[in-house]
């Protein structure tokens, strides 16, 4: 068996629900400080807002905790737009 280190073990998991959310943080504060009101969110937080998982659960309590209104966006026309929609 192949010897893996701690550093790999943690990428090839991937981010914690609690890493994903301090990623969104700078993307506020680069949108606050443009004055708006609003980020929106894809990838990771479109798939598993559209999935309703639990980490993604997880992850808008820790926004809404910190006083954040987070909603899933779903509009279906000619193609499917999507994504978490966080305001302050």
């Known amino acids: 068996m192949t010897k893996i280190t701690a550093q790999e073990a943690r990428e090839l998991a991937g981010p914690t629900v609690e890493e994903r ?6 993307l506020i504060r680069e949108a606050a400080e443009k004055k708006q009101r609003h980020v929106a969110l ?10 309703g ?6 992850a808008c309590m820790i926004l809404e905790g910190d006083g954040y209104k987070v909603k899933f966006f779903y509009e279906e026309r000619q193609f499917v ?3 978490t929609l966080v305001e302050w």
């Open 53 to 58: 998982s639990k980490d993604y659960k997880q």
């Open 42 to 51: 894809h990838d990771w937080w479109e798939r598993e807002g559209y999935a």
């Open 81 to 83: 737009n999507m994504y």
């Open 21 to 26: 959310v301090a990623a969104v943080y700078p």
